[in-house]
């Protein structure tokens, strides 16, 4: 059980377009998600924590406009990664956990995802 | 700051050895640590947990330690295999965050 799924696993496009990623949770209802950001032989950077149903809470120096989140069911979140630039280029990783009353809690594990690699042109 | 760091940065042992991963943290207050393991380009992979009062935790070839009073963790792998060559992350939680602090990794190339 707890399986997250995302998709596409690798992705490739030309800068100034965008790109949708997608965060999956299969056999869990998913109130919250958190996206992240992996540089080579770094640890993950925590970019947003979305709840279902809500806005979601971008991490300090994360644009938001840059980064549009969207959680719009229990098994879903989106991250949309507005005009793409080369430095854009990483490796995002999604990770869901259940919470009571749509917020996240300590107890709850947080599974992760296989990530999603994009590559921007 | 709550902050993990981990040691070595990278290592290599010859498949059938055992190796010792290290991972100090400042989180405070503690809550629990994991051991997750990534393999290139996947997302990362639980291998144990620990709270406040567990010292040992076995996952098969791996075992984790935890000293919570020096704060310092370890992970053990023993008679390492070709499939765990890989990345290893230390991840700590703080009472009343949510939010997880993430070790840098250690990267272990079990070669054959």
């Known amino acids: 059980g707890a399986v997250v799924s995302q998709h596409p696993s690798r992705v490739i496009c030309k800068s100034g377009t965008s790109v949708k990623i997608e965060c999956r949770s299969l056999d869990f209802q998913a109130t919250t998600m958190f996206w992240y950001r992996q540089f080579p032989k770094k640890s993950l950077m925590l970019m947003a924590t979305?709840?279902?149903?809500?806005?979601?809470?971008?991490e300090q120096g994360v644009e938001k406009d840059k980064f549009l989140i969207n959680h719009a069911s229990l098994t879903l979140s989106t991250l949309t990664v507005t005009s793409a630039h080369p430095e854009d280029s990483s490796f995002y990783i999604c990770s869901a956990t259940q919470g009571t009353s749509g917020r996240p809690s300590i107890f709850h594990e947080q599974y992760f995802g296989p990530g999603t690699r994009l590559t921007v042109t | 700051k709550n902050q993990v760091e981990q040691s070595p940065q990278s290592l290599i042992i010859l498949e059938g050895k055992n190796c010792t991963l290290q991972c100090n943290y400042t989180v405070s207050p503690f809550s629990n640590l994991r051991w997750y393991k990534q393999d290139t380009g996947r997302g990362p992979v639980s291998l144990t947990i620990?709270?406040?009062?567990?010292n040992t935790k076995s996952n098969g070839r791996y075992t984790a330690t935890l000293d919570a009073d020096t704060k310092q963790s370890s992970l053990h792998i023993t008679a390492s295999q070709l499939s765990d060559s890989a990345s290893y992350i230390c991840v700590v939680s703080a009472m009343n965050d949510y939010k997880l602090s993430f070790g840098a990794g250690t990267t272990v190339t079990v070669r054959a």
């Open positions: 620990m709270t406040f009062s567990e």
């Open positions: 979305s709840n279902e149903g809500s806005k979601a809470t971008y």
